[in-house]
């Protein structure tokens, strides 16, 4: 794919591969080894607007970020304006030039409480939103999904209507919130959010090497491309994608336990780098094996230890 700056409001990022918001996993050590591999811009986990309001503890240390990771982009989620352009100007945000508007997650609470992918079904609302967060001086980017289901597709016009309210950039996951993360991606109507607006279009959905990062560029025209669940199986996909260096498994994991660990207490530390092991570990052989030990590991320094015998 051709790589190339994107234009959000007023600044530029350095490329076009972008970290997706990925709930539980996207937090500052993990968006710091993936700016590393030449992410474009990477995205924090979805944080909610309401969290942020009560000063709910844990919300902000979600947010926790510091200035070697550069460029970011926060996510909230949400649905009553005033909270989220209030979440948009709160403090936790500060640095955080961009801020993304959640609208595709399919997760039922989120759904039932008209949040997420609830906003694709009322598009007057969502927009709404937009322009009430615009209002806070953020550059506001919106991540939707093509529609609830296969007899409601909005993509075009969604994106036409998000651009009208104010919106600096659209990531199109290409699917329907029915399909949660299975199924094909569909190209067409990505391609359609595309050609409906002037703002940069985002392609999101099914990228998990170079050649797949090609194809979904060269069928939809999108400006770039984003990726999630390959991150958390092999953050050096950014490394295939963008050229920049790469490092083996072991130096991967030995960082990225390093930095979470100052930055998150024990507890934290240990269960997150069992489950991120559990992930790079897959497709080896004595994978069970490995996982089954991990998940009995009690600290971060057994986790690497484990980790080690793995990468050895
Ligand atoms: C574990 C997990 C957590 C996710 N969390 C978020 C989130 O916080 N915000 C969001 O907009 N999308 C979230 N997503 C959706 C992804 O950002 C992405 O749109 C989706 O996985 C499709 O991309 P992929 O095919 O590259 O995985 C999540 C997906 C997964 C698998």
Request: with cysteine.
């Amino acid at each position: 794919m051709r790589l190339q700056p994107i234009h959000i409001g007023n600044v530029t990022t350095e490329n076009n591969v972008f970290l997706a918001p990925l709930a539980g996993y996207t937090n500052y050590p993990f968006r710091r080894l993936v700016k590393g591999y030449g992410a474009g811009l990477c995205y924090t986990e979805m944080v909610s607007a309401k969290g942020l309001k009560y000063g709910n503890e844990n919300t902000e240390s979600l947010l926790y970020t510091d200035n070697h990771e550069g460029l970011t982009a926060a996510q909230i989620f949400g649905n009553d304006p005033a909270i989220m352009r209030a979440a948009c100007e709160n403090p936790a945000l500060a640095p955080f030039p961009i801020v993304d508007i959640n609208m595709g997650c399919p997760v039922p609470k989120i759904y039932k409480n008209g949040e997420g992918s609830a906003l694709l079904e009322n598009p007057a609302h969502a927009e709404k939103i937009v322009r009430e967060c615009v209002k806070s001086g953020k550059i506001i980017t919106v991540k939707c999904r093509i529609g609830i289901d296969k007899a409601h597709i909005i993509t075009a016009e969604f994106a036409k209507r998000m651009e009208g309210a104010g919106a600096s950039l659209i990531t199109v996951h290409g699917r329907t919130k029915d399909k949660v993360y299975a199924g094909e991606v569909d190209y067409k109507e990505i391609a359609a959010a595309k050609k409906a607006v002037q703002i940069p279009v985002i392609a999101n959905g099914g990228v998990f090497c170079k050649a797949d990062a090609d194809k979904l560029l060269d069928e939809t025209g999108a400006d770039g491309v984003m990726i999630a669940r390959a991150a958390l199986f092999e953050p050096q996909v950014f490394c295939q994608i963008t050229g920049a260096k790469t490092e083996s498994k072991r130096e991967m994991f030995e960082k990225q336990l390093a930095w979470t660990k100052e930055h998150f207490d024990e507890r934290f530390t240990t269960v997150f780098m069992r489950k991120m092991a559990a992930f790079y570990v897959k497709g080896e052989r004595g994978a069970a094996a490995y996982k089954e030990r991990l998940f009995a590991a009690q600290t971060p320094e057994q986790v690497l230890e484990i980790a080690c015998e793995i990468w050895n």
